[in-house]
């Protein structure tokens, strides 16, 4: 069986069901691939609800409901079927939309999961999305959604923009009428809300010397350029609003820049997704920044806002997203700014630290991004911290850039691989992966975790 017809099977299971219960996860694409395939099973005329759990493991089983409906699982269910199995749910109960690996079991749960066709590229709400589309064709008006998932899931990082399903996805959105993508835009996060000069000097991939980590560098660089940095009536300028011209002086003076100090140009551009329908400075206005608006709901425990933000409310839940949102952000700095004042301890080839229950372990990930690069940006980072509800276990979120990545590091083997050897358990991407951990096991796990960096950078 391929793709196309685990598609279609997907579409008839879930037309010939009575009641369906979503149960998805509380991240982005999680968010996104709920908010997809709520909309599309409702369109359908089934009844739906759904659940949304941190992570699919035997505490969070119990928001599975306990009743006849069809269990559609989305950007999880494929690597955890032992518990699906274990709570007794049978074949024509189960149906999973995953882009996670997937275990082996005796049950053979209904699937639709572009992995094993080699679409390693497509995240779980681009899996959604063409299981809603297949419902219904109309259903094109969810693909906007869909980038948000992809890239909200970093598919679009290391090729620098989405690339095969997920693409054609892309080219349903231009169709319709709501995605703007532009090929060759700066790669940078940010470009719609922040003003230019915060937006450059942000960035570490690139990283650009006198750039980078400096903000005062970044606007005396816009300067001599002579592009201005407010409007007349003086509120800061965005990427986005700047005229063609002011754009190209910009990106041919960046590309001289990294060319004087011997660095690549390769990752200074990379297509982005503009959503046409949203208003300019907003931060639903493209596809990254619409992600993070989704992971600050989520990561605080209101996916349900950000879900009903995807489908389209615009009114009181969208500003309360907001508030999620400018509240993540302060929180975030604020843990940076503990990390950084803390200090990490190095090792040949890792830092780390344990923030202790100062911060909840939905978040250090994202602190330890953005500990990095001020950090030494050369050596992965590891922040550790202690789990409320469970003290006999410790949160491992790790981070490093593509610099890295090209040397040869997977975060996501090094902590499935560490953590598998003390019975906890791990995942994610190259880039930035997250682990469980026994709690009496940190020192000896750090150890191991630097032991497996040095040797993916032998
Ligand atoms: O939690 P954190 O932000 O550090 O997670 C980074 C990545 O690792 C995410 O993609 C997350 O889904 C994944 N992860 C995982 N298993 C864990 C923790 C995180 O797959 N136990």
Redesign the pocket.
Known sequence: MGFSEEVRGAAETIRNAETVSVIS?I?ADGITSEAIVRTAIARAGVPVTSHFVR?LEPLTMKAVPEDDSLKVFVDLGAGQQNLLEERGLSVDEVLILDH?VAQPCETPYQQVNGVPYGHTKLSAAGVAYFVARELDSANVDLAKIAIVGNVG?MMARETLGLVGLAAEIVEDGIAHGSVLAIRKDLNCYGTSTRPVHVCLSYNDDPRIPGITNDMRGAERFLSRLEVASKTVDGRYRVWEELGRDEKKAITSALVQQLLANGESVDRLFAESYIFVDEPERSPLRNASEFATLLNACGRWAKPRIGSSVCCGDRGTVYREAEYMLNNHRTIIRELLGFILETGVTELSHLQYLHVGDRYP??????G?GMALGKLNWRKPILIMCTLPEDPTLT?????TNEWSVRRGVDL?AV?TLA?GEHG??????PI?????IPRDAEEVFINRVNELLRDQLA
């Open positions: 996860h991240d992570q996670h899931d372990d939905t978040i250090v990930g994202i330890a949160k491992v979120s790790m981070r996501q902590l953590s906890g358990g791990g995942g994610g991407h930035a992966a997250g682990a469980f």
